[in-house]
């Protein structure tokens, strides 16, 4: 019994950092002020990060792009860590909004939750979501 709780750790362990080899984190896009001024601005976010990463290589299928509000940060998942890398060389000192981008690979040092707790926004399947709390518990 020990040694399978040991392999499912191991295994654990390796879809976490295939994971995190996959996605790459873009910082200064935004200030939460952002999302208090202009209500649509989490969607106009998500839409101009996920045309431009489209542009890089595949995204992966499930929640490719991700607020991070809590870490400041936008996370972009790809099917490839080529992908990954050079999203980072292809954003990093880009400017948006004002602000110069910083753009690196996940480490795997903190959970990739989606945003805060007023609102979530995920990108899926060609379609993006902004639910509040209240209409998701409904």
Known sequence: LAWEDEEKQKITLI??????????LLYNMFTCDDFERDPGFALDLMEDVREEAHKIGKLHHFNPVKILEQEECVAVRFLDRQHAVDCVRVMDNRWYGGRRVRACLY?????????SHKQTYTYNH?????????????
């Open 126 to 138: 060609d379609t993006i979501h902004g639910d509040s709390e209240e209409e998701r518990l409904e």
């Open 15 to 24: 879809e976490k950092r295939l994971k995190a080899e996959c996605t790459c």
């Open 107 to 115: 480490d795997g040092t903190f959970k990739l939750r989606a945003s």
